[in-house]
């Protein structure tokens, strides 16, 4: 659970800087949030070149994952969620935030104590709670402020995950449509997906 203070952090958070980014995908235009610009970990958003705020955006609301976006691990699909989020947002003008609320909320260093007790059969479920944390403690509230900021007011919500769209629906911003994130899955992430699946309440079918 956020404690009240963090949420007051959380709202004092404005733009610190910004710079045009080249990609693979495209150009995109990174803006850092935080509440100091001395920050190390700011929240970002990378909106695309051709993002026309005053029609519906296409938004990935995306939760940082050091081990896949970063070094490609297979026991998730975040990397792959993330590289198609961009290609996604690159052909269709939109948007991607960056939230830095690593391991679905619990951070690095409990993510990989639960990957442990996962290898000796535990589910990501029961991994969490065997260590006394939520199943899922991410917050979404600092996405609605940044999409504020930025000035978007409809989007379509690119996620499989339902208390997102929950979430973003209980703000106020319009979620005009949910756009499915399709990815296949592979030998390494099954049980994971599945999990998601049939106990998180994912929208997808394995």
């Not at 051709?50 to 938004?59: A, F, K, M, R, S």
């Given at each position: 659970m956020v404690k009240k203070s963090e949420?007051?952090?959380?709202?004092?958070?404005?733009?610190?800087?910004?710079?045009?980014?080249?990609?693979?995908?495209?150009?995109?235009?990174?803006?850092?949030?935080?509440?100091?610009?001395?920050e190390w970990m700011p929240?970002?958003?990378?909106?695309?070149?051709?993002?026309?705020?005053?029609?519906?955006?296409?938004?990935?609301?995306?939760?940082?994952?050091?081990?896949?976006?970063?070094?490609?691990?297979?026991?998730?699909?975040?990397g792959e969620q993330l590289d198609k989020s961009l290609r996604m947002a690159a052909e269709q003008g939109g948007l991607v935030l960056y939230l830095r609320q690593e391991g679905r909320g619990i951070g690095i260093i409990n993510k990989l104590k639960a990957y442990n007790?996962?290898?000796?059969?535990?589910?990501?479920?029961?991994?969490?709670?065997?260590?006394?944390?939520?199943?899922?403690?991410?917050?979404?509230?600092?996405?609605?402020?940044?999409?504020?900021?930025?000035g978007v007011s409809r989007i379509h919500l690119l996620t499989n995950n339902p208390e997102k769209v929950e979430a973003l629906e209980n703000s106020a911003i319009e979620v005009v449509s949910r756009v499915p994130l399709v990815i296949e899955p592979q030998k390494e992430n099954f049980?994971?997906?599945?999990?998601?699946?049939?106990?998180?309440?994912?929208f997808f079918k394995l």
């Open positions: 949420k007051v952090n959380r709202a004092m958070i404005k733009r610190q800087a910004e710079a045009l980014i080249p990609t693979p995908w495209g150009n995109f235009n990174m803006i850092a949030f935080a509440a100091s610009e001395s929240h970002l958003a990378l909106v695309h070149e051709d993002c026309d705020i005053t029609e519906p955006v296409l938004t990935r609301i995306h939760s940082e994952c050091i081990t896949g976006d970063l070094f490609g691990s297979r026991r998730c699909d975040c007790l996962q290898d000796l059969g535990l589910n990501t479920v029961d991994a969490n709670l065997h260590l006394g944390l939520e199943v899922d403690a991410r917050q979404y509230d600092i996405a609605v402020e940044m999409l504020a900021a930025l049980n994971y997906l599945k999990t998601k699946q049939d106990e998180m309440g994912h």
